[in-house]
């Protein structure tokens, strides 16, 4: 659809694009990706043919875009750039009519029942009906960038160039204009190519990306090249962190600030409060602990402040943690059916690590954990932590089986028995936290211990 060979181009001569090659598809997704300078709009004006080739080719269905006329261009293509070229005096309809232009025939070029059925249609789509009679100079920035983009789509093109098209538009005009785009794309065919300076939205929404660096490309293909954060590095000079969007698999970068994010030291001691209750036991941290986590709220790896076993049962965890004021985006919290008295709370320093775990055992059935660490843990040490744990917890329950079959009836009934570990992320970081490490032992220790004395009560209690 779109075929470049051997491209140089520039400005007086001088290249900016250096002896580019690239083909894009019918109907594919293309996004052009650089940092500031790399080149981006000058790749976009030479392949628009805004801008004369120094030397190579540019073709556009099979043609060279040199031997198009305005008219043959206009019919395969439509262009949305930065430059805002049309009369600020026409109307918001007005300007959209202009894009049927290629479209129309005869020497008094009249708008046909056709014409009138896609401009509404695009006014719709792109949700600029209401102000269909205001003139464009009187419009926002983003809704000029809409009243553009339905023009654009009013051409009916076969292939559409975009120049930052969802620059000036809010996140859910972005949304709006990137879902629309996405749409015409896999119902019509329509070819895009489109300069987009939001990676993470580049990862979203196209099919091949091309990674721009002082004229020439560094890498062209799918958008798992964002998962190359060394290349991005080189290329942006900044810090990201490449990681997969949680509900598609599809990379999503994070930035990481120069400065200083490391909180203030705190005394693990002094760090917690706990405020217990008939109906819950919450354990509240002055700064935010990276915790990986079963329980029904706050699942999953993520930071959190509050921690919580609420007795139950009741409907809706997150409903009763509003009832106390525990923000349940911050928290993870479990349910549990023993009484909150009968909870057990261990302290110890287990090889210069502090360690807080509480346990509600409930029923005789469910064991409930929430394990704080004093220490900092990579995502893969929290994971050998979280296996660490769960190994000890499963040894204590087949020790304990064995004397009172209630106690637990199945190492293997663990189906809602949930576990928290929450690290404070203070000191050395810890890479490697399974149950043959010191740090993993100590886990080990301290839950097997805790289950251990949750077990002594409830024999005292029943026998
Ligand atoms: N009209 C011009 N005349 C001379 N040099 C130009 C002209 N336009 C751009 N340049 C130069 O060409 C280089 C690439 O510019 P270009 O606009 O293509 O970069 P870009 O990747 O689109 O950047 P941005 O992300 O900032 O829009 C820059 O060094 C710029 O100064």
New binding site residues.
């Given amino acids: 659809m779109i075929h470049v060979q051997n491209l140089v181009g520039?400005?007086?001569h001088s290249p900016?694009i250096k002896d580019l090659d690239l083909e894009i598809k019918k109907g594919e997704f293309f996004a052009l990706l650089?940092?500031?300078?790399?080149?981006?709009?000058?790749?976009f004006k030479l392949i628009t043919g805004q801008l004369p080739t120094i030397s190579g080719k540019v073709s556009i269905c099979g043609k060279e875009i040199s031997s198009l006329s305005k008219l043959e261009k206009a019919q395969k293509m439509a262009v949305l750039t930065q430059e805002v070229q049309v009369s600020f005096d026409y109307t918001v309809e007005e300007i959209i009519s202009l894009g049927r232009y290629p479209h129309q025939k005869g020497i008094f070029k009249q708008l046909s029942k056709e014409d009138r059925k896609v401009i509404e249609e695009v006014m719709e789509i792109t949700q600029i009906s209401d102000f269909r009679k205001t003139q464009f100079r009187l419009i926002s920035g983003g809704e000029k960038q809409r009243v553009l983009l339905a023009k654009a789509l009013a051409q009916e093109p076969e292939i559409l160039l975009l120049d930052e098209p969802t620059n000036h538009l809010d996140i859910k005009h972005t949304f709006q204009v990137l879902n629309l785009l996405k749409e015409r794309q896999q119902t019509t065919g329509l070819t895009i190519f489109a300069?987009l300076?939001d990676l993470n939205v580049a990862s979203l929404y196209a099919d091949r990306i091309a990674l721009?660096h002082d004229g020439s490309f560094l890498e062209v293909g799918d958008v798992d090249l964002l998962r190359k954060v060394d290349q991005l590095k080189k290329v942006y000079k900044v810090n990201v962190k490449s990681q997969s969007h949680p509900t598609i698999p599809k990379p999503q970068l994070l930035m990481t600030p120069n400065y200083s994010t490391s909180f203030q030291h705190l005394h693990f001691e002094d760090s917690y409060k706990i405020n217990q209750s008939e109906d819950y036991i919450h354990v509240q941290f002055d700064q935010p602990l990276r915790t990986i986590s079963n329980s029904s709220v706050g699942a999953g790896i993520q930071w959190l402040k509050h921690f919580c076993h609420f007795q139950g049962p009741h409907p809706d965890l997150q409903q009763l943690m509003e009832k106390y004021s525990i923000p349940h985006e911050l928290a993870a919290g479990a349910m549990t059916a023993v009484k909150l008295e009968d909870k057990v709370m261990v302290k110890k320093v287990i090889e210069d690590n502090h360690m807080l775990i509480i346990v509600t055992e409930g029923a005789g059935k469910t064991i409930n954990i929430m394990l704080f660490i004093d220490a900092h843990f990579t995502d893969g040490a929290l994971v050998d932590g979280f296996m660490a744990a769960t190994e000890a917890k499963v040894k204590a329950v087949q020790d304990f089986h064995m004397v009172d079959s209630n106690f637990h009836s199945s190492p293997a009934d663990t189906s809602t028995d949930t576990l928290v570990l929450a690290l404070t992320q203070q000191g050395t970081k810890i890479s490697c936290a399974g149950s043959a490490t010191v740090v993993g032992k100590g886990i080990g220790q301290i839950v097997y211990g805790a289950i251990k004395e949750s077990f002594s009560k409830y024999i005292e209690k029943v026998h």
């Fill in positions: 520039g400005y007086n900016i650089g940092p500031n300078g790399s080149g981006k709009t000058t790749l300069i300076h721009l």
